[in-house]
């Protein structure tokens, strides 16, 4: 449900599932050796999942236990092989990863539930299922929450509370027991439920009881280079509301006006602009923020185009001096001047007006760009050079008609550091960090 690849994410199933049977004294015994290797090469990871535990290996371990206790909706071993092996440093990371948090989970769950702590400690599986986009444990819950958006909405078309699952509950994959899935094959298909009538307080309430009887482990991965935290969300409101409060808006990141120019001649689209540089900020915008006195930034970009054609989606992504990983994202100017109006309606109207006239021009010229200039012929050539121009060039289109103007707006109302420029940012990062109100308890494993 997060914005990991779905290999990484089913390779962490597999890898806590992996951690659990072994046992913590295997794991710490064999697994160092992997996780602190310099360099790593598939024929490294392939002797790995060979290694023997008794009269089995890794690899028969997991594939022994796909389809009953690992539930991963059809991707076997051999996908997630060559997803390692196949990226070269980007796989060896994700391997490094899920060894490391399978590792992790063992040492640390007992700071989450002492009674799931106590399921999965001992060697050996302990009626524990391991999930990824299965229907009885994520199918159901994304129907619970279906509901409860619907619910929160009041019959007012667009006003849910959230703009899609992440944002209530990130969580990639689940641990859970049978009682779990009892209870939420029970809640899914109540007839309440499906008039849309559940509540988020039933539905958190609910996942919360569960976690707290090691029923369930709601955990969002994120890749980790360093040492992983396992880190509480949602669980105590108090804490998450403090939290809130120690953010603080710092300003704005320098950045740089794109440079270049775009014309028609004899029906010929024309685009000019220096050669690439590569310098941060000729595109995107920075909010600098201050997170529990961590350093961090939220990037505002305009992501122009998909499948060869203009789209209007802006991103808006958190993430943090140090961490490997992103802390959230939410996209769309309609999603974030709706949690920008919460704060000051004034300026969330300005931002939407703002960047609704220029998209229309950005919109325009793309399309000359495409129908008129090269963007046609790059996109379909096949090439990856050619997709890449064509990328490139969209891009500046993106800058010199979106960016450019919206930039200088945004920048004037965030240099001044103020209540009002903190509560806005606070909207934005206990949104995109899924600490809502409404949020959803879960766990994250990161560094």
């Known amino acids: 449900m997060a914005d990991s690849p779905k290999?990484?994410?089913?390779?962490?199933?597999?890898?806590?599932?992996?951690?659990d049977s072994l046992g913590l004294a295997e794991v710490n015994k064999e697994w160092p050796n992997y996780i602190n290797a310099k360099t790593l090469d598939e024929d490294t990871i392939n002797k790995f999942f060979l290694k023997k535990y008794g009269s089995k290996t890794y690899e028969t371990i997991i594939t022994s236990a796909l389809g009953s206790n690992i539930d991963t909706s059809g991707v076997d071993l051999k996908v997630i092989k060559k997803f390692f092996t196949s990226q070269g440093p980007t796989g060896y990371d994700w391997f490094k990863s899920s060894l490391k948090i399978g590792q992790s989970l063992l040492t640390q769950l007992n700071t989450v539930?002492?009674?799931?702590?106590?399921?999965?400690s001992p060697p050996g599986w302990k009626d524990i299922f391991y999930v990824r986009g299965d229907k009885q444990v994520v199918d159901a819950i994304a129907e619970c929450f279906r509901s409860a958006n619907k619910q929160s909405s009041k019959n007012i078309k667009g006003n849910e509370s959230f703009g899609n699952i992440n944002k209530w509950s990130p969580a990639d994959i689940y641990f859970a027991s049978k009682e779990c899935k009892k209870v939420l094959s029970d809640l899914s298909s109540n007839s309440e439920t499906k008039k849309d009538n559940l509540t988020f307080a039933k539905l958190n309430e609910t996942i919360g009881k569960l976690i707290k009887e090691g029923d369930i482990l709601p955990l969002s991965l994120k890749k980790a280079v360093g040492s992983i935290k396992i880190v509480k969300v949602n669980f105590i409101r108090k804490i998450e509301e403090k939290l809130i409060s120690e953010t603080y808006c710092k300003g704005i990141q320098p950045w740089n006006k794109q440079e270049g120019s775009f014309k028609i001649v004899n029906?010929?689209?024309i685009l000019q602009y220096p050669l690439k540089v590569e310098r941060?900020?000729?595109?995107?915008?920075?909010?600098?923020?201050?997170?529990n006195k961590q350093q961090g930034r939220i990037q505002v970009r305009h992501a122009p185009a998909s499948g060869g054609k203009p789209q209007s989606s802006v991103k808006v992504i958190l993430s943090y001096k140090g961490a490997s990983a992103f802390g959230g994202q939410l996209v769309g100017i309609p999603l974030l001047t709706k949690l920008i109006s919460g704060v000051d309606t004034n300026f969330s109207?300005?931002?939407?007006?703002?960047?609704?006239?220029?998209?229309?021009?950005?919109?325009?010229?793309?399309?000359?760009?495409?129908?008129f200039g090269e963007g046609k012929k790059l996109y379909n050539s096949g090439k990856k050079e050619d997709k890449n121009k064509?990328?490139?060039?969209?891009?500046?289109?993106?800058?010199?008609?979106?960016?450019n103007d919206l930039r200088p707006i945004i920048t004037e109302y965030f240099k001044k550091t103020g209540e009002q420029q903190h509560n806005v940012v606070r909207a934005i990062f206990a949104y995109v960090s899924s600490r809502s109100p409404l949020s959803s308890p879960f766990v994250i494993a990161k560094d």
């Open 349 to 371: 109207s300005k931002l939407r007006t703002s960047f609704d006239s220029l998209y229309k021009k950005f919109e325009k010229t793309a399309n000359d760009y495409i129908n």
């Open 390 to 403: 064509f990328n490139e060039d969209i891009g500046v289109i993106s800058a010199l008609t979106v960016m």
């Open 267 to 269: 029906k010929k689209f």
């Open 7 to 19: 290999e990484a994410e089913v390779a962490q199933v597999m890898f806590c599932y992996l951690a």
């Open 280 to 291: 941060e900020g000729s595109r995107d915008m920075y909010i600098l923020i201050e997170s």
């Open 113 to 120: 539930s002492t009674k799931l702590s106590s399921k999965i």
